[in-house]
């Protein structure tokens, strides 16, 4: 019996803007089990971060249900889900914007601890920021710096620290790695692999970068336009691919090596409007295997070998 | 025949001077762009790649920066004697740039037709009419429709933006093209398209190019020689199949060890263990030393020089002053 830690269930945010309903997040469902990492891609747009953040409730989704350890929490009230929040953190991506430049790294990395009243003495909240430094590997006399005097690699590990700090069982990565150099990139992403060995995290590592989760992932879920259009192993995701947007996104990868020459899917367009989507296939626009039935109806996401699951009319024929 | 060199840096050392200290940002650069050739110019942030870029259009902004020392030729001008009037007729006409960030690039109050029209009108000397019907012309060349010469910067998604920057740095057919991270800000599918733009552009009018990335994978895609920069200097330079296929300095080694690759699930990374040093205080020797897993006492103390390991292939790594030193990485080929 596999051992479900977050189960998302027709999960949809929409925004109102001036043209319409805009479908950020549309319908989507998946399963994360515990001690796993679902990496999430897609391009800009859409809707991996919305999907991340619905299921922390640092926004409301509009409808679907995401329970986290057997529990509704789209049902909890505001004061439950911030204790609730204790067990399910988020890393963000830019180290940059996300550190209050007027708090030092102690404050940064105890303010959790300190917002939740786990901790109050100041001698315990030193302690523990420590112990988190050298968890995350950072030098323990950095601990009275602001972040404008840290690098980027350093300035993420801060923001490690301060989402390890209340013990959680769940953290959202939202592109953690991104706005970091290749080789800081690598320290990081040992560093969460790491951690997550030894305290039996579970991640969501939502990415743009394919390389980066086809290394880290368990299980890959690709998203298109709000939509989840393939989810599979990460094994079965890149020898085994059936989605012809998936295709596309994986030639579309430079891949550093002079002999192996790809065939590149070049894709037509760009990313359509989600504002008020009409019911057909969302990347028919692009797709260059649209046939009458795409244009008819959106289709749905559906289990076609054990684990595999992909939302597209044509996917046998092509 | 070899093909006329369109850009020769030689020996470019620039410095920036910021409240008493001295970051040495570029430090003794040399290098070539042939017609029709692509250059790769690899490294990671504050490695000055742009520096280097900048000087060569001469616009790193002074102060605080100076260029110390070193000869840039465009075309057989002379960048550093030049005057202001002449810099602007080569650059635009002789050499372009196209920026990183398409968004921040275009100037939000003109359309894109206007942008494009106004370098054509001023080394051109066409009219007005004249050149919008070519900044049409030029929006149809890398596949936008002439009907949207009228639009603003904001009515374009982000890839198209970066196809505008493209035609306006074409716009005068310039024989040297510098692109710093032309498609960072862009997603992989989009990247590909613009990618493939540039090359078929490339092709047609022989282009020189410098093509700024931190992108292995973009250089394997579209350079022919690539040169890694680090703190300041090239450190490798070669063809594209020396640098991949026989890599010899340990930080290139370094940055392919930190890639994740496909296909690959077990492979732990190897990162490069430490930072870049401060630009502003270089240590005495290689700037490598400090994160170099192969580093001795004489890397420490003496700057490495520049051998050869073959007419276009040369490394700054004093390791090989003993002959029988070799990096771990070894390209295997599985057919």
């Not at chain 1, 999430?40 to 999907?51: I, P």
């Not at chain 1, 002079?258 to 019911?279: A, F, Y």
């Not at chain 2, 042939?34 to 060569?56: F, M, S």
């Not at chain 2, 968004?103 to 051109?124: D, R």
Request: proline fraction near 5%; charge should be negative; charged fraction near 25%.
């Amino acid at each position: 019996m596999s051992d479900v830690i977050l189960d998302v269930r027709h999960l949809k945010k929409y925004f109102s803007t001036p043209k319409g309903m805009l479908h950020a997040v549309d319908d989507v469902s998946f399963t994360i089990e515990r001690g796993k990492t679902l990496g999430v891609v897609g391009e800009s747009g859409c809707g991996k971060s919305t999907t991340g953040r619905s299921i922390l409730r640092l926004i409301n989704p509009t409808a679907g249900e995401v329970f986290f350890e057997g529990q509704d929490i789209t049902k909890l009230t505001e004061r439950e889900m911030r204790s609730k929040r204790k067990e399910m953190q988020i890393i963000f991506q830019d180290p940059f914007s996300s550190l209050d430049p007027r708090q030092t790294v102690l404050q940064a990395i105890s303010e959790p601890l300190k917002f939740n009243k786990i901790m109050t003495n100041r001698y315990d909240l030193e302690d523990r920021t420590l112990q988190l430094m050298r968890t995350v590997g950072l030098a323990e006399r950095l601990i009275n710096t602001y972040p404008h005097e840290l690098d980027g690699g350093r300035r993420q590990r801060i923001g490690i620290a301060r989402a390890l700090s209340l013990n959680p069982k769940f953290i959202v990565c939202d592109e953690p790695v991104s706005a970091l150099d290749v080789s800081i990139q690598a320290q990081i992403l040992n560093l969460l692999e790491k951690l997550q060995d030894e305290m039996g995290l579970t991640y969501m590592f939502i990415t743009h970068d394919l390389a980066v989760v086809n290394h880290f992932a368990d299980d890959i879920a690709v998203m298109y336009l709000g939509q989840l259009v393939e989810k599979a192993s990460a094994r079965e995701i890149f020898s085994h691919t059936l989605h012809p947007y998936s295709k596309a996104l994986l030639s579309a990868i430079p891949m550093p090596d002079t002999r192996k020459k790809q065939e590149r899917i070049i894709l037509k367009g760009e990313i359509s409007s989600p504002v008020e989507p009409k019911d057909e296939c969302r990347f028919a626009k692009r797709c260059p295997f649209a046939t009458e039935a795409c244009w008819a109806k959106s289709p749905e996401l559906k289990q076609v070998e054990p684990n595999h699951f992909v939302a597209c009319h044509n996917y046998d024929k092509i | 025949m070899e093909k006329n060199i369109v850009l020769d840096i030689k020996h470019l050392t620039v410095t920036f001077e910021v409240e008493g200290d001295v970051i040495e940002a570029v430090n003794d650069v040399s290098l070539t762009v042939r017609e029709g050739e692509t250059l790769g110019l690899v490294g990671e942030t504050g490695a000055g790649k742009t520096t280097t870029a900048l000087a060569a259009l001469r616009l790193v902004p002074d102060p605080p920066g100076i260029i110390k020392s070193g000869e840039i030729f465009v075309c057989g001008h002379d960048i550093m004697k030049a005057k202001t009037k002449e810099l602007e007729k080569i650059r635009g006409e002789e050499i372009s740039m196209i920026f990183q960030d398409p968004m921040t690039s275009l100037n939000p109050v003109y359309t894109v037709g206007q942008q494009i029209a106004e370098s054509i009108i001023l080394h051109q000397g066409l009219s007005k009419s004249e050149a919008m019907k070519k900044a049409g012309d030029m929006l149809e060349i890398v596949g936008i429709p002439r009907s949207r010469v009228n639009e603003y910067p904001h009515q374009f998604s982000g890839g198209m933006k970066q196809r505008v920057v493209i035609a306006i740095a074409l716009a005068c057919n310039p024989k040297m093209l510098i692109a710093d991270e032309p498609t960072t800000a862009l997603d992989v599918t989009i990247q590909a398209q613009v990618l493939d733009l540039m090359k078929n552009l490339k092709e047609k009018y022989g282009t020189g190019t410098i093509m700024i990335t931190h992108d292995l994978g973009i250089v394997a895609e579209s350079c022919d020689r690539v040169a890694v920069m680090y703190a300041g200097s090239i450190v490798e330079e070669g063809t594209l199949e020396e640098v991949f296929n026989d890599t010899k300095h340990p930080y290139t080694e370094g940055l392919f060890n930190s890639l994740p690759n496909i296909g690959d699930y077990d492979t732990k990374l190897k990162p490069i263990p430490g930072l870049m040093p401060d630009p502003s205080k270089l240590p005495k020797g290689c700037a490598f030393a400090e994160r170099c897993q192969y580093a001795t006492e004489a890397c420490r103390e003496k700057k490495p020089e520049t051998r050869s390991f073959s007419d276009t292939h040369f490394v700054k790594c004093t390791a090989y002053d003993d002959p029988g030193f070799h990096i771990e990485r070894k390209v295997v080929f599985d057919e």
